[in-house]
Each structure stands twice: as C-alpha cells, then as structure tokens.
T-cell receptor
C-alpha cells in the first residue's frame, strides 16, 4: 500500500497570510491526525478526524482548523500566520477501529516557513 | 505540553554497541509507543507496549514498561549506522486518547 502523503512538502508564507496543507492517508485508514513539530515545543497534537468528524483536539488557537473529506483525505488550515507557526506539520493515519490509538503511520511532513 | 521526558537528550555510541534510552511520564497511561525520526522527516512507529505489559521485543529492539515508576526504556542492540535518528516515546492516556510525545533522544552511531 502507498504510505501517507502530504502536500506540499515545503511552503514559504508571510505573516498574516493563510495556508492549507493536505494529507492523504493510507488506503482504508479512516483516522487522520495532525501534529506540529518545532525545536522549542517539540511534537504537539493539533487534532484528529475520523469519518469526517473532529474527534479530538489539542491546545491550539482557533486559527488552526481542519477538515476531513468522505475519502478520508484531510486538510488543515492556518489563518493569519504568525512567525511562531513556522514548523514541520506532520499528518498521521490509522485504522481508527478503536479509541485505543493503535499504530500511527506518519507522512513525511510539510515544512512551513513564515517570514 | 510534554507528557514524557526522555533521557538522555543525546547519545553517541560506537557501531555494534547497545543503546538505551529512557522515557518518564506523568499520568496513568493506556499504552506507550516508541517512534523514530530521521533528520526532520516523518516518524516511523517502532513498537507499542500496553499498560498491562512489562516487556516487548521486536527484532533488535527491546522495550520495557514500569507503570509503578511511570517509566519506559528502549534498548537497541548491536547498533548500526542506520539507527542514527531521533527517538521519541509517546503516551496514550485513558480518557484523552491522543499521542503525547516526549522530548526525544538524539542517537548518533559512530561507524
């Protein structure tokens, strides 16, 4: 099976702009999660979608939002970008059969630089 | 916020030696997972250990879990240059089912 894919891989934006990142999960996986990785804060959970519904959410401001489509593909959006949003954004998928958070399969990430 | 703290933050060993890294966490967990990340890329799942398990093996990897001490360790035996990477523990807490990552250990294998 093809792995988790994320597009774009690299992105440069300026403060105040908005950005949309895309994630295609492994075929058959219904759960998609998003994480932000920065040198200062490490890996932090943003949100998780399952069957087009947000099932879990981390402690991020409302500028960070996401959605999931019927084919399980997911997008996350960051509005009014700030310098501190510069990070590697990772998407992970899983079967989502249980709430027990089984193995997560991660994509290669989108590296966002905000100038 | 970080649930897990990993120790050491960085580790350099000779190829062929064993590498041990530790993870401590704060609250009761459902399971604990270890991931590897190569140079700013995506994470690769290594092993999952449930709260009612004490030890698990996968190839050259051995993970232990001590719920009384709220700690876990990852042992990589007979290290190889390809093991050079950052290793993260991640916990899943009962009633709040998301992965909460530790701070990571940067492992360097010297050929």
């Amino acid at each position: 099976k093809a792995g988790v894919t994320q597009t774009p891989r690299y992105l440069i934006k300026t403060r105040g702009q908005q950005v949309t990142l895309s994630c295609s999960p492994i075929s058959g996986h219904r759960s998609v999660s998003w994480y932000q990785q920065t040198p200062g804060q490490g890996l932090q959970f943003l949100f998780e979608y399952f069957s087009e519904t947000q099932r879990n959410k981390g402690n991020f401001p409302g500028r960070f939002s996401g959605r999931q489509f019927s084919n399980s593909r997911s997008e996350m959006n960051v509005s009014t970008l700030e310098l501190g949003d510069s990070a590697l954004y990772l998407c992970a998928s899983s079967l989502g059969r249980t709430n027990g958070w089984e193995t997560q399969y991660f994509g290669p990430g989108t590296r966002l630089l905000v100038l | 916020s970080q649930q897990g703290e990993e120790d050491p933050q960085a580790l350099s060993i000779q190829e062929g030696e064993n590498a041990t890294m530790n993870c401590s966490y704060k609250t009761s967990i459902n399971n604990l997972q270890w991931y590897r990340q190569n140079s700013g890329r995506g994470l690769v799942h290594l092993i999952l250990i449930r709260s009612n398990e004490r030890e698990k093996h996968s190839g050259r990897l051995r993970v232990t879990l001590d719920t009384s001490k709220k700690s876990s360790s990852l042992l990589i035996t007979a290290s190889r240059a390809a093991d050079t990477a950052s290793y993260f523990c991640a916990t899943v807490v009962f009633g709040n089912e998301k992965l909460t990552f530790g701070t990571g250990t940067r492992l360097t294998i010297i050929p």
